[in-house]
């Protein structure tokens, strides 16, 4: 079979889409030219469109609720004790990753016009590389690091660095780490990148960690990134 082109599949979403708008509308029809007042057909169609939304964002919601709910389960060989136990948990990081994994796959390509969809895809990249399996976390996290969301793009920005410098690619890891550091956002402020930064470095480069060090604790006074710095400058143990 030939591939697709893109422009093909964005028909094809289209298509998909528009049938599942038409397809609420006539099951919800009564209710719809209720809200509607009886009043003109197109302003039916606009309200089963909000509803069929709504509908679906609320269904992105819940699923993406889950599947974080599972990426954050607690690992135990025992069993849960006591009322406040978790209802969920998993005998090994193995066994919870991969169930996590195959739930954002789910969200993503279920939801993928929502942002809930979108973020499903850098949570994926986060189990495959709990998993180890860094090609495919890079696979991911690259078009979403490309992304015109700033945030979603910092945060996959982050995690990429991450996979650069866990791979041996200091030079790629220092570059995003430094554009991070100026163009911060509210997923990732300045300080995040600073202290990844100074990590590395110590190292490497150990003068222009402290520095880094020095920098984030005069700038986040009272905060725990200053907090952590500070320590850092203490030296290990401290």
């Known amino acids: 079979m030939a591939r697709l082109t893109r422009q093909q599949l964005k028909k094809d979403d289209f298509a998909t889409g528009f049938a599942a708008i038409s397809g609420f509308f006539l099951q919800n029809q ?54 406040n136990a978790p209802a969920q ?22 939801y993928s016009w929502f942002a809930q ?6 949570y994926s990249a986060l189990c495959q590389r709990e998993l180890g399996n860094l090609p495919e976390a890079e696979k991911e996290l690259t078009p979403l690091a490309a992304e015109g969301n700033a945030e979603l793009a910092a945060q996959a920005k982050m995690a990429l660095a991450g996979l ?17 550091e100026s163009h911060p956002t509210d997923t990732v402020p300045k300080a995040i990148p600073q202290l990844a930064l100074a990590e590395m470095f110590e190292k490497t480069k150990p003068a222009e960690a402290t520095t880094l060090y020095q920098q984030i604790q005069k700038e ?16 290990p143990g401290q």
């Open 30 to 83: 009564k209710r719809i030219v209720q809200m509607a007042g009886g009043g003109l057909i197109v302003a039916a169609v606009a309200v089963a469109i909000f509803l069929y939304v709504s509908s679906r964002e609320n269904s992105a919601s819940g699923a993406f609720g889950a599947a974080l709910t599972t990426f954050h389960a607690p690992v135990s060989q025992g069993e849960p004790q006591g009322p």
């Open 220 to 235: 986040n006074s009272g905060k725990a990134a200053g907090d952590l710095a500070s320590k850092a400058l203490q030296g």
């Open 117 to 122: 969809g979108k973020l499903a895809g850098y």
């Open 89 to 110: 948990r998993f005998k090994t990081d193995k066994e919870k990753y991969e169930q996590a994994l195959k739930e954002f796959n789910d969200v993503s390509s279920s």
């Open 164 to 180: 650069y410098q866990q791979t041996g690619r200091a030079d790629q890891a220092e570059k995003l780490y430094r554009e991070l």
